[in-house]
């Protein structure tokens, strides 16, 4: 079997190669161990829960509660410059080889809504090639052609050519050495131009270039990788003729001497014909750098063959240094990225170059650590103040996405995502549309095997990872807010116990267990009344209801009895500070609720029934003082009853037939205003709302849905509604000032990022962007926000 050809950069220390050789690093990479070093909050989380005595805010002291915390990818959220979104993963991710898998080598983008990235997976037996597409809508899979089903096909570069259409560029093996792989796609789909060159090729670039002083530009494609000569490797490049001589592709002619063995591992070129390919030489004791310039105006040039080397420089002969990516803004401002090894004992570090229209020389650049390997594998530089670089550095034994950012003056370490903090994750190249709309893609290890990982910067709406290795979540997630900056995520293990993450101004920690009583027969539900006050209500296992609350520290989980609550999913509401509703669906099939207002009181029946077996009765508060309570009758209509200086109701409000054991859920954006929605009988969504009285029910479309809708108000008038869609990824609508929408949130329609259960927005206090949470595959968290 052939050996895969990725990003490798070839740089020899055995440091360098185990990293650099991602294939044989991740797979055999184990999740290593959390630390359980406490969390400190920032600042205490004080006030007086229901039933005890309360305290001054500022006396109490930080607390993590009672389970051990751990920083997990953090910080998170719109003020990230990457965020994690969904990828096309195939169905096949595990095999019996340590490079199984999916990974994804080279992207490129037309537009923000044309995008293409390239790579292979591994199909049962043997990898073939992987093409991803995002039309605006995400990531998906798009058929592409193989030399064999039962031999190797790669895929390591990806271009587009006006009406040429795109262009992507590998291997495949015969059976005994690598052949060239070139494929194009017009706009019905991928095909294979038939290559016998003995090599592969690892990047492509199409420009406009004018044809020998003709007065029509034509695109033309040029293509680099290696060849094997029969004693070494040497570079090798390959060109794209356009018409009007003839559709076709043409070996160049042999890199200069001087260059006699290496390889070319990026090329990029511009509107005047030139063109920069970079890489490094293996033909002496180390590897060094290697970079070459075809300065010709017209295809024919390069055909002739007007390659030339140019001085590259490198940290130190004795030292191995490559470069694996290069970038230009003009014909006199190029960089290149990549890797020397200056590290304390021989590690890899980032290694940045810059050709300033006469020469090229080594510029400054940060790595996370001197003493741990860096390795920068791709760059883009959508103008001259503005360059993105991606790759990965070792944190530990494991490997973890890396980026950096140039800004005009200098580069620095910038904030990248990972899907695991205890998994090994790696970026290998970039492309920009613009400097607000970046893409990186690469592959992360799943638990078993390779997936493709893709990041983007500045989406409208972005998804970013919260946290990881939950492997135990059993129902569904639960986030809540109590103060600006100050989040938290609960949910039932499968433990049957309590289960938090938490966040302070964007880092998370956790997660931690609660409880220890393995008693929760139901999901979690949190709810704040006030400014660092927090408390979680479920139905035990014994039949009663179940409380942990914060003050100084998590106190309980404790019984308030008021069983037994049979089925029932304790549902709690607060209409102002220190007052709290819980509100259930008795086992004689009415209304009951317990309070607290100075102390707890009930349980109390309130009637109002049957409301159905299994019915969930779902309250919301539009003030102080106010509550609206809902539930589907068992006439199928939506019915309601209102507290106001006393219980009014039940009364129907129609608006049926909502389906069988319908999912209503209420919110309200502003005093006196509020909204019911639900998943109608035709999967669209529906609505009833009050302002000065009931309006609808409307259906708003937007279907099918997946998934009861989710709203949440993120400011006073402006609500967002969630859902899973069909597709199994998120999706919302909004409104403001009137609906739009559906649209998928985020471009994170499937992939890695589907959704396990439902998504949930977080409530407690308006969160202007909307956020919104949910489990995705492989024990995750993943949240969204909106940067707007």
Known sequence: MDVHRRRSLGLVTAAVVATAALAASLVTSMPVAASTSPSPLAFPRVGPGPGSAGVSEGTASPSSGTGQSRRVDGPLGASDPWSVVGSGDTTYSQGPSNEDGDELNDVTCVS????????YYYNGTVDQTLIEQDTGSGWFV??????????????NGVACAGQSGCWAVGSSYNGSNDQTLIEQETGSGWSIVVRTDSGFLTSISCVNIPLNGMSSPYWGCFAVGTYYNGSVDVPLEEWYEPYPYGLGWHTGAAFPSGSASGELTDIDCFSNGDCWAVGFTTGGTVAQTLIGEGDGVNMGSFASGSWSVVPSPDTSSS???????????????????????????????????????????????????????????????????????????????????????????????????DMSSGRDNELFAVACVSSADCRGVGTFVNGTAFSALVEQT???????????????VAGTLHPISWGTGNEDVFWRGTDGNLWQEYAINGTWYGPQQMTTLANLASDPQPISWGYGNEEV??????????????LNGWQGPSSLGDGPLGNATPEPV??????????????????????????WHGPQGLGDGPLGVGNTPQPVSWGVG????????????LWEAYYANGWVGPQGLGDGPLGPSATLTPVSWGVGNLDVFWKGTDQNLWEAY???????????????????????????????????????????????????????????????????????????????????????????????????
């Open 458 to 472: 500045a989406v409208t709406e972005e998804a970013a990872l919260a946290s990881a290795s939950l492997g135990t």
């Open 142 to 155: 798009v058929p592409s052609p193989d030399t064999s089903g039962s031999l190797d096909n790669v895929l």
């Open 574 to 599: 607060s209409w102002g500070p220190g007052n709290i509703e819980v509100f259930w669906e008795g086992t004689d099939q009415n209304l009951w609720e317990a309070y607290y207002a100075n102390g």
């Open 626 to 637: 106010n509550l609206e309570i809902f539930w589907e009758g068992t006439d199928q209509n």
């Open 690 to 788: 009050y302002a000065n009285g009931w309006h609808g029910p409307q259906g708003l479309g937007d279907g099918p849905l997946g998934s009861a809708p989710h709203p949440v108000a993120s400011a006073s008038g402006v609500l967002d509604v969630f859902w899973s869609g069909t597709d199994g990824g998120l999706w919302h609508t909004w409104y403001a000032g009137g609906w739009i929408g559906p649209a998928s949130f985020g471009g994170v329609p499937t992939g890695d990022a589907a959704l396990v259960a439902p998504p949930q927005p977080l409530t407690g206090v308006f969160t202007n962007p909307a956020e919104v949470f949910w489990e995705g595959p492989f024990g995750t968290i993943w949240f969204a926000s909106s940067n707007n």
């Open 319 to 417: 030292q191995a240094n490559a470069l694996s990516s290069v970038s230009c803004v003009s014909s006199s401002d190029c960089w290149a990225v990549g890797g020397a090894d200056t590290g304390s004992g021989g590690d890899a570090q980032n290694l940045v170059e810059q050709y300033n229209g006469s020469s090229w020389s080594i510029v400054p650049s940060p790595d996370t650590s001197s003493s741990q390997p860096n390795l920068l594998e791709g760059v883009a530089c959508p103008s001259a103040t503005d360059c993105q670089a991606v790759g990965f550095d070792e944190s530990g034994s494991i490997d973890q996405t890396l980026a950096a950012q140039y800004n005009g003056s200098s580069w620095s370490i910038v904030p990248s995502p």
């Open 537 to 550: 209500f479920w139905r035990g296992t014994d039949g009663n209801l179940w409380q942990m609350y914060y």
């Open 112 to 119: 923000s809504t044309d995008c293409w990235a390239v790579g």
